[in-house]
């Protein structure tokens, strides 16, 4: 068993300076930390967690709590926070949970295994309670939601996120202003207490506000927010056999699903009928027809969420929910009538 | 802080019987487990990890670690294994790192850390030495690579994967196969030890076998696996002026850039140009025209991979290179001519 020791005498350098390095503290010059971790390397050093977890000392380190994986938003996110982290003193410990575990759970866990500074969630729920949170003795950001449903204070939590309401209602606009009135939408439920919910009530307020009638008719769910079943759901609507121009989709995921079912269906897109989404996932600007979409900042989202945990971590800043808007990328796949 | 003992007492059953549920046991009645999971949950208890680890309990715990979160089939990789997890009595304990990190390092940590029982490794290097994986001493199974270009014996490690070489000679086969002889071929690099070095070999077997010289100007390199690069390299190929009827992608994501590329230059597929790729993403049957390519069996690869670990950890196995075969799903994207 190679032993901190050992490092500090291959490497000529003091016990407690290995073990600054090893513990990722600042106090150390970059050539003696290169040194370290080459010796490191070379005798294929292991840390030995449980010992340092139990010294009590401090790890500066960052939980990221995942859920959903299937979802290709958060893997795209994932990439931007693990970019963010890099440029600070901070390491991340990420923990990828099934969809139906509790993240806040699941944070409070690794919190303690790992003697985190703090936590961030992704895919968690917008209905958080204070006595749910109460297991969390440290700082957290929800990534990419808010508390929209709950009843915490603004004062015990934070968050970076869009507002899916008014970006929905500005989706829908979109439409209308380029002449749609039959615009159906396809979302998972009109009450999910989530993100579909939300959504459906940015695309009523755009159509109240334009004197259009809401078609219960066109309100098409979709059991899973996949591919597969986000077609399937699209020629359900279709077999409705209800007039529609437009499409809007809670979700870029579904907006390509949906393109393919109405193409297949024998629909152009946009000659027949216009689809646009929500959240500018990669892929979505390489299909034919591109997507029209109100592109989630991600970089933005990713570099502020990291930002605010660490000010609050660091007593620089106080609990904030921060709003960002999206950006509209005009695609091929919506059209004036 | 809630110990075992408060939820023994609030379950009404034994310390033994709670210890055994935390630790995921077989040897204890549903009933009971049931019981106690929703007393614990009640209280919010937290086992506590740490001194788990050191009282040196069996975790029945496996790692998953996973190195390129960016690669969409590695995402859908992922919900195969928790999949077949779910059907066993281990749990998964899973570790995202970042590309460059060395992932036999990251398992031989979270190995230690949480007393794993079997490592599963998925995105990790096709050329590892016995050295190299000298620091695990747990068995471990590469999914959905192997050790092609290593030198370990079949003795020493394990995996589940499709034969790279193999199956890139079977596409390119197929185009040739449907009448086309000037074929290109997207890869990342055509001696980089790793997938684009053998599926480049299997294209250069084919075109051999059939007769068909190697255009090096045919040979177009992307830097990166992404879908904007390889957009990029595909405007590259087209604007070099030689003349291809038909682009083997070496990946999906490849093929969806290559076929948008192609779109935005003013080329049909598959009416001027086929495109085939390899993998099968769920993404790739939803876009227009619908991906022709050769399918990974991920339910399968995820389920043997899990088979083959288990049967390892319990000695009803020893290590084995499992190699499984494509299924060929005729889309749009390739034609005869």
Redesign the interface.
Known sequence: MITIKDIASEAGVSVSTVSRVINNRPDVSEVARNKVLEVA?KL?Y?????AR??AGTQSDSIGLIMRG??N?FF??M??VI?QSMKKTKYSLA???I?STANEI?AG??LA??KRLSGLIFMGGNFAYTPEMI??LDIPFVCCTYSNKFGDLSPEIFSSVSIDDEAEAYRAVNALIDYGHKDIAILLADTEDQSISELRYRGYCRALKERGIKINPNLVQKTTNF???EA?QATIHLINKEQEFTAVFAISDILA??A??AL?NSGYQVPGDVSVIGIDGL??S????PTLTSLIQPKLEIGRRTVELLLDIIEQKSSNQQIVLETELRLGESIRSI
Request: net charge negative; aromatic share 6%; charged share 20%.
């Open positions: 390397h294929n292991i840390p030995n967690e449980s977890d139990l994986i299937g290709p893997s795209e994932f990439g693990e990420i923990n990828q099934s759970q409070a866990e303690r295994a109460s297991v996949n591919l597969a077609y390509m699903a393109i393919k193409h990669n892929i600007e390489f299909i034919i």
